[in-house]
């Protein structure tokens, strides 16, 4: 795993989650240095990324810890960052 | 009688009128528009709107003292004796009959205050041929504000096969569209200020087209609803505007964080993105700690305000030519190591056991988009760590690594609930504006007062204390971010404003006008007005990217007494003044 890719906050969801390596239990944006060439796509949907939005940088994906292991060592990834849940801004 | 045809107080009246209950419809005609109640020689009448199916002929509606006014197609204007509604209802051509009282535009202030009324009856422009997409918590196709004009919605929280952009969800269309519903009523509210169009409530970009994305409210779903939105603009070839009422503070704050880079990604000529700045401003969230060598800093910090326990996280970031460490500290005194930037060949994330709950923490070497250092922890307190009568307080605990070890670590503590605060004089009332608001080709909008009384549904009358009428919202949250980019752009309305109420939703009886509208306050409302007149400029110029609208907004915004083109952190360039663009 190259941790230097993991922003903080998935690097504690890491931390605690249960040890299923399988586990598709962090949803997470990932950000890419270039839209993906043919070859990268493939690897990204190998590594459960199921859609990616033709000529993006940022897709998001739920994976698993074997999933994030392989895609952070690929030079091409730049980042991959937890998703965060937002909340909307209004209130009666 | 087709009572669903009736707009609520109109069928209540209908009841009351052949109850003979005069004293009540006394009460009401003066705001309803009910005439003759008390003279028992002329009918009693209604002054009403119809919606009317597309291109109906009502030539055939025939009852004594029915006048329909000529003119509009789908909305008509009419004057009805209360025993022609039977009449008037059972026409083909009529889909809704509701009572005068709901053609007071509600907006009026709103939009008059910002010159939207002059600018529309001086371009004639509606939205017309523009795409509206709403991110938020779903949109209620009942409505009649949205009547023919949802072209899709993707409910990410149904069960389905999801989108090209996202695995996820259920995409509807058609008579599919009422498969999903906004319980929230915040998504409803929001659409209606940006695109509603009805007697009751003229949005800013009536003519619109809409599609509504009920997000998860995760960044990946976020992101997707953003790509999916523009998708289908580009495949109907219509320019587009995407309203994001929503953010947090996950981030840098500096608008170098996934979400606001896709958000970046995605737009360009015809493609805007506009966000709400956050209702943060007079919250306590944001603190500088200034560290100096090795000496320790202690920032206080309060789970919950009101005493309850709740999990809360710390998210701090620091220039990347220092190395600082931190710890956290319990109510009760004991505290973790300290902990510094850890090597990327390890996870940087360690937990931490103490009696008052678990304390886990991430403190990475850098971070790869924007070369910053961060440390994010996460406080789990126990229950059993509540002192009665005392305030749980932990302490944020900073230190250098060495004594050359220098700098300014700006640090947001957030919670699911929005009630965690800092105390003491390290909180700063700056940087409050997270992503996707920071986004750099965003469109962020503060709010603005140009309401604070209303009327309920019982017609008691009631004040908004903490607004101050035609002045910047004290809640709308500050900019700069933290790298000094000036963020919010632009101030709108965002207080109070009535909008469109979700049939599903259950607001609270003070703040419903009637069965169809609602009162809500927040940078989300002032968002989707920014929105509706972005859908109006793309209507004159479907070209017009994100710098130009900046532009052309900076050069038409002022705060009060100041002239345009001048910043202020909590105005941005200040109030829009649209009749001018």
Redesign the interface.
């Known amino acids: ?9 998935l ?2 969801r ?3 989650a249960a040890d299923d390596d399988a586990a598709r239990v962090f ?5 890419l240095t270039a839209p993906p060439s043919a070859e990268q796509l493939a690897t990204l949907r190998a590594a459960g990324v ?2 990616v ?1 033709e000529g ?3 897709v ?3 994976l698993s810890r074997r999933d994030l292991e392989r895609l952070s060592a690929e030079p091409w990834v ?2 991959v ?12 | 009688m087709e009572y669903r045809k009736l707009a609520p107080s109109l069928a209540a009246a209908y009841q009351r009128y052949h109850q003979d209950d005069v004293s009540s419809l006394r009460r009401q005609s003066a705001s309803l528009g009910w005439v003759s109640v008390d003279e028992p020689a002329k009918p009693t009448r209604a002054v009403v709107s119809l919606i009317c199916t597309p291109d109906a002929t009502l030539d055939d509606v025939k009852h004594e003292g029915l006048r329909i006014n000529q003119g509009g197609n789908r909305i008509r204007t009419a004057i009805v004796p209360f025993d022609g509604l039977e009449t008037l209802a059972e026409h083909d051509g009529v889909e809704r009959i509701v009572s005068a009282h709901l053609l007071r535009p509600y907006l009026d202030a709103a939009r008059a205050g910002v010159g939207v009324d002059t600018f529309q009856n001086t371009t004639g422009l509606t939205g017309k041929d523009v795409l509206v997409g709403i991110v ?2 779903g949109i209620d196709p009942h409505h009649p504000a949205f009547t023919g004009r949802i072209e899709r919605i993707w409910d990410q929280t149904l069960h389905g096969h ?6 996820f969800g259920l995409e509807l269309k058609g008579s599919q569209l009422t498969q999903s519903r906004d319980t ?4 409803s ?2 659409s209606g200020i940006s695109a509603g169009a009805e007697p009751v409530f003229r949005g800013v970009a009536p003519d619109a087209r809409i599609v509504a994305v009920k997000t998860n ?8 609803g953003i ?1 999916y939105v523009f ?1 289908l603009g580009r495949e109907m070839g219509l320019p587009t505007v995407v309203n994001l ?4 503070h ?2 840098p704050h500096d608008g170098s ?3 606001s ?2 958000v970046d ?1 995605e737009t360009g000529p015809g493609r805007l993105v506009c966000c ?4 943060e401003g007079t919250d306590d969230i944001h603190a500088r700690v200034p560290v100096h060598g090795t000496a320790v800093k202690s920032l206080p910090c309060i789970p919950d305000v009101k005493g309850r326990r709740h999990d809360f ?1 710390l ?1 701090g970031w620091y220039a990347t030519d220092s190395r600082f460490e931190v710890a956290v500290a319990a109510p009760s005194g004991h505290s973790t190591d300290f902990q510094g930037p ?1 090597p ?8 931490y056991d103490l009696p008052d709950g678990k304390v ?10 924007n070369d910053d250092r ?3 922890i ?1 406080v789990r307190p126990e229950e059993h760590s509540l002192a009665p009568g005392l305030l749980p307080t932990w302490q944020l605990l900073v230190r250098g690594v060495g004594a050359a070890d220098r700098g300014t670590v700006d640090v947001w503590i957030l919670d ?1 609930s ?1 009630h965690a605060r800092f105390n003491g004089p390290m909180t700063s009332d700056d940087m409050k504006i997270g ?2 608001g920071c986004a750099s080709s965003a469109i962020t909008v503060a709010a603005y007062a140009t309401r604070t009384t209303w009327e309920d549904i019982d017609h008691d009358t009631f004040s908004a204390p903490w607004l101050r009428l035609d002045d910047i919202a004290d809640f709308s949250s500050e900019g700069p971010l933290r790298d000094g980019a000036r963020k919010p752009d632009v101030t709108a309305p965002g207080a109070m404003i009535v909008s469109a109420l979700s049939q599903d939703s259950a ?2 009886r003070e ?1 419903t006008l009637d069965t169809e509208h ?8 002032a ?1 989707p007005f920014l929105a509706g007149v972005c859908a109006l400029l793309l209507e004159r110029d479907g070209d017009l990217d994100p710098a130009r609208v900046k532009e052309l907004l900076k050069a038409h915004s002022a705060r009060p007494h100041a002239e345009a083109g001048e910043f202020d952190e909590k105005w941005g360039f200040g109030l829009l003044d649209v009749a001018g663009l």
Not at chain 2, 184 to 187: A, I, K, P, Q, V
Not at chain 2, 276 to 279: C, E, I, L, R, V
Not at chain 2, 360 to 369: D, K, R, S, V
């Open positions: 795993m190259d941790y230097g890719k993991l922003d903080a906050p690097a504690v890491l931390a605690s949803p997470v944006l990932i950000r199921v859609r939005p993006r940088r940022t998001s994906a739920d730049q980042a960052s937890l998703s965060g849940e937002r909340r909307p801004y209004g209130a009666r | 938020d918590t999801g989108v090209p952009e996202g695995a929230e009523g915040h998504g509210h929001v409210f995760l960044d990946s779903g976020i992101t997707a790509q998708r009422s929503l953010g947090g996950y981030d964080d996934a979400l880079l896709s990604e709400a700045a956050g209702n996280m998210n850890i990327t060949t390890e996870n940087s994330a360690m937990t886990e923490i991430a403190t990475p070497e850098t971070n790869t988009l961060n440390f994010f996460m699911k929005g992503s996707p607001p609270e703040l609602v009162a809500m306050q927040g940078t989300s409302m968002c």
